[in-house]
């Protein structure tokens, strides 16, 4: 007889981060499932650091998947995908600790909620704490967030948003929803454009119906391209506010290296090129080709800064066919119009947010 499978699989992938994914795995651990059943899988991206063996060792009832090379948070989740069996799987980062009822909330509001919607994303918190911004901070310090400007101070009584969820900007630039607002007065509509990666449930009937991670993004913006799809395909992404993990923000990969800039400038362009209506994806490749010439020419910015942009273009050039091939796929299969996936994309804010930095 074969065995029934699990209520819900948690897929983690982790690179060279130890530290980051036992503490998860141990948050995984504390979960308070009320009788539910659940199966952890952790895919190691050809760590080098004995991340692999040292969850094997820690934690012999997780599965854990080594890639013979790294693939990505795309191609390392899809390693996982593919070999899921039960109706829900939760995507959770390596460096996201889970509250104990983080799990059981989320499989939960899913189970209860309309058969269109295909994912609910998580409440995802900084792990740092913060307190507001003096006088006398340096400006370097200081943190500008939707509702306040913030320090980071471990004995701070504040906790600022990493995400409710993704949003794509009219002007084609995807953001985390509530970044840096203070947790304790966010409170977002239910529905929002995409999931978060970092945290969220879906319906693997959805995955089976419009496929898996793109894994030519490697990293960054794969979670909000996966959800456009979602979108064009006729589901919706409704936020789970009740659970919370609290994450250690870009502690992999560092939000202003040269990784992090090369495949979040080549992927938002590349997801654009796949989903958007053609104005906007082709305003947002001329706008790129046409900033990276003007600051090339006057000179506005480091070389290094013009040569990674450069970089960004010959790597989307290389990938177009293949992107076009995909948005006439994409095209062919919608249940919805472009332009009424559009009509979720939300305007810039007035006021920039930012500086927080790891």
Known sequence: MSTPPPDVTV???????????????????RQQLDGRTLEVVVVDNASVDGTA??????????????????????????????????????????????????????????????????CLTATVLLADRFRPATPDDPPADRLVGADGTWVRDPAGPV????????????????????????????????????????????RTSALRDVGLFDEDFFLYYEDSDLSWRLRLAGYRVLHCPDAVVHHVHAASTGEGSALFRFHDGRNRLLMLTKNAGAPLALRAVARFV????????????????????????????RLLPRMLRERRRIGRAARVRRADVERLLVPPPRTPVGGYRR
């Open 11 to 29: 897929v983690t992938v982790t690179y060279n981060a130890a530290h980051l994914v036992l503490d998860c795995l141990e948050g995984l651990a």
């Open 53 to 118: 063996d040292r969850v094997a060792a820690a934690h012999p009832e997780v599965r854990l998947v080594r890639s013979p090379v790294n693939t990505g948070f795309a191609g390392g989740n899809n390693l996982a995908l593919r070999d899921v069996a039960g109706a829900y799987v939760v995507l959770l980062n390596n460096d996201a600790v889970p509250e104990p009822d983080f799990v059981a909330r989320l499989l939960a509001a899913m189970e209860a909620a309309p058969d269109d919607v295909a």
């Open 159 to 202: 906790t600022l948003v990493n995400s409710t969820g993704n949003v794509v900007r009219t002007d084609g630039y995807g953001t985390d929803r509530g970044w840096l607002a203070d947790a304790a007065h966010h409170r977002p509509e239910p529905e929002v454009f995409g999931f978060c990666g970092a945290a969220a449930i879906l």
């Open 290 to 317: 046409l900033t990276t010439a003007s600051i090339a020419v006057r000179r506005r910015q480091p070389w290094s800064s013009v040569a990674l942009r450069c970089r960004v273009l010959a790597s989307y050039a």
